[in-house]
């Protein structure tokens, strides 16, 4: 099994920036890519941005593109989030995910969420 864990949201003011970090442990072997997601209150989970395990390749959505940037440390497994010029609509709380297989962004292509981390961004 693979365990996620995520931490680094808080309350900020729009225009800040927050990095969040999701630590990977158990059997991190197999891995296709990791992935962030979203899911404001009444909503449903929409994807963020996703990093391939084995080149590093990156995606992401229209919304943050040019302001967030995930990356990846071999030595920590740990994806981060670097989230910048934050806006309140960014609010929700975020999540990390995995996946084992090659396969679109939708949340049904992860078989392994942490427990999500809460982002507020203040106007």
């Known amino acids: 099994q693979v365990q996620l864990v995520e931490s680094g949201g808080r309350l900020v003011q729009a225009g800040d920036s927050l990095k969040l970090s999701c630590v990977i442990s158990?059997?991190?072997?197999?891995?296709?890519?990791v992935g962030w997601f979203l899911q404001a209150p009444g909503k449903e989970r929409e994807f963020v941005s996703a990093i391939n395990w084995n080149d590093r390749t990156t995606y992401y959505a229209d919304t943050v593109k040019g302001r967030f940037t995930i990356s990846r440390d071999n030595a920590r497994n740990t994806v981060y989030l670097q989230m910048n010029s934050l806006k309140p609509e960014d609010t929700a709380v975020y999540y990390c995910?995995?996946?084992?297989?090659?396969?679109?962004?939708?949340?049904?292509?992860?078989?392994?969420w942490g427990q999500g981390t809460q982002v507020t961004v203040s106007s």
């Open positions: 995910a995995l996946k084992r297989y090659a396969g679109n962004f939708d949340a049904t292509s992860y078989q392994y």
């Open positions: 158990g059997r991190t072997f197999g891995i296709n890519g």
